[in-house]
């Protein structure tokens, strides 16, 4: 009986072989209203309340991290020239609500109440 030759492997060195997973999209972690995000290019994010209207162009420049084809850069504590661009998409947006419920066992006590966080919708425009 002749041997089964060996199926080829996907991985190369720990590594996919194949074209599709090589490209590379630069990222940046940045801090917004005390918060860190993970964006890229094009994503859109709920942050903490901004003051800023519909359509206006904000920029972030505490950047904590930033990776891509050249390379990644990390500060101590923020990345040097570093800024992340985007644009307010809704300023108005609210999260889920959130029920709070209270009770005291054996006293009839029971009180219930429900809170709703407001949040800022941004898209993520560039990474400089």
Request: charged share 30%.
């Amino acid at each position: 009986m002749a041997a089964k030759p060996l199926k080829k492997s996907r991985f190369e060195n720990g590594r996919l072989r194949s074209k599709l997973f090589i490209k590379f999209v630069m990222y940046a972690i940045v801090e917004i209203a005390g918060q860190q995000f993970k964006v890229e290019a094009g994503n859109e994010i709920f942050v903490a309340r901004l003051a800023a209207a519909n359509g206006a162009d904000v920029e972030f420049d505490k950047v904590l991290l930033v990776a891509g084809d050249a390379g990644v850069k990390v500060g101590t504590p923020y990345v040097d020239g570093a800024v992340v661009k985007a644009t307010v998409l809704d300023d108005n947006a609210k999260a889920d609500k959130v029920l709070v419920f209270k009770k005291i066992r054996r006293k009839g006590f029971q009180k219930c109440n429900g809170h709703r966080q407001k949040l800022t919708k941004i898209q993520i425009n560039a990474i400089a």
